[in-house]
Each structure stands twice: as C-alpha cells, then as structure tokens.
C-alpha cells in the first residue's frame, strides 16, 4: 500500500460551469510546462484513496493537475463512489462536471479481488469483482464521455493487471474482469480514434498494496504504487496522440 498522503479534491473555479481553456495562448509553457506538463488540467482517479490510486494522484497533483478522487467510502479530499453501482457513478459525475468541469483525463484504477477455486467462487464474489473492475470503467467512463467527446480532446487510462493478459489459478473472476478491461481499452480506442481521444491500459505485475497479500497470499512485490503511477503520468502528459488502444506492460 502506498504511503502517499491523500491528495485534496480538485477545487472549482470561480464559475463551477466553466471548464479549461483550449485557447493556446493560456496553455503552460516553457519551464512550467516542463515541470508541471498538467498545469490547469483536470483528473478523475477512481480508487484514489490507496494503493496505485493514490500513488496515481499524488503525482498528477505534481505534475500541476487537479484531481477529483473516489473511493468506496469518503475520506479526506476522497469523494465516496462505488464505481460498481450505477447511482452512485451518476452522484459523482454530476457533482464532478458541475462544480469543477469536463475532465482532461479519466484514470480507471478502482477494483477488488477474490481468491477461490472457481466451483467455491459465491455469485455475490463473482459480481462484485467484476463490477469493480470492469463494470466499474465502463460506468465511469460512459458518465464522462459525452463532455469530453464533445471537447475533442481527452486522455483514458484503465488499470488493468497482468491477469488482464494470462490466466492466474484462483483468480478466475479477477483475471476474467482484467481481460473484459484490455478488451474494453482497445474497443474503446478504436471508437475514439476520431473524438482526439487516446485510451490505453497499463497491466502491471506484483504491486506492493493490499490487493497483492489478498490475491496472492505471500507473495513478493516486483515495484510500489509510485512505478505504476509513472507510466500513468507518461499516458497522460507524454504519450503521443497515434499512441491509442496500447496496454502497457509494467513488470518490475
């Protein structure tokens, strides 16, 4: 689990409704583009309140970005959200798009696991990991979607896993929702290709958080939070555009 600090919700500016700049001249430049390559940009991290998700928002508070973070249950500068339950994402995006604006990049790291045989994997265990996982980024990402569509312009970043590309013994609902997200990225890219919208997914190995001791009892992190939440920042402020419908392998 990381231990960054949690990072404060993104404040509203002085007129809720409006939304950043795409004029040119109002863009960062020069040193402060290179030191803060987000400066004024807005963030959504899902999951945000530990683990990657907060690794995730402590660099794009750094990078100059303001981020509206969910998690489960609220938390300082954390807004609750279960991004599994179809009213709750419809709270959160209405009070994001309302108060602080359309989003210029929309992290999906929000999930759960489970660990048990398939026959001893309960329905209840079942639904809820993969309503976590992949349900959870559809229903994020379509409630965000039109606005940014409508800007031309965006960033989407899936956290999906190793698992989303092999098979893990007891990790059948896990790894069937983490390839459900690497399908999702690349369909995805490929209706986007048009809007100015890149989506990529980032699949890493073992991460030091609290998911890996559930899903793999004892076994050993291959990197922190901090390494994956690096390949996020490089998708979101570095990629270029043509990069589209890639899943980032990040294995230690």
């Known amino acids: 689990m990381s231990g960054s600090a949690r990072q404060p919700v993104a404040q509203p500016s002085s007129n809720p409704s409006s939304e950043p700049s795409s004029n040119p001249s109002s863009e960062p430049t020069g040193e402060l583009r290179e030191s803060r390559p987000l400066a004024g940009q807005l963030a959504v991290v899902t999951g945000a309140s530990r683990g990657i998700g907060q690794a995730t928002a402590a660099l794009l508070t750094s990078a100059g970005a303001r981020v509206a973070g969910c998690a489960r249950h609220a938390a300082p500068g954390i807004i609750a959200c279960d991004v599994g339950q179809s009213d709750d994402v419809a709270r959160f995006s209405e009070r994001v798009l309302r108060e ?108 030091d958080t609290e998911m890996l001791q559930v899903g793999m009892p004892g076994g050993k992190p291959d990197m922190s939070p901090e390494d994956v939440a690096n390949v996020v920042i490089y998708l979101a402020a570095y990629a270029p555009p043509a990069l589209t419908g890639s899943c980032v392998d990040v294995f230690g």
Do not use: Q
């Open 100 to 207: 602080f604006g359309t989003p210029d990049l929309i992290v999906n790291n929000a999930g759960i696991v489970a660990r048990a045989r398939l026959e001893e994997t309960s329905i209840e265990d079942w639904d809820a990991v993969v309503g976590g996982n992949l349900k959870g980024t559809f229903l994020i990402t379509r409630a965000f979607l039109p606005a940014m569509r409508a800007r031309k312009r965006g960033r989407i970043v899936n956290i999906a896993s190793i698992s989303g590309r092999r098979g893990t013994a007891r990790l059948t609902a896990y790894c069937a929702a983490k390839h459900g997200v690497v399908g999702l990225t690349r369909a995805l890219a490929e209706e986007l290709r048009d809007d100015g919208i890149a989506v990529n997914a980032v699949c890493p190995g073992s991460v």
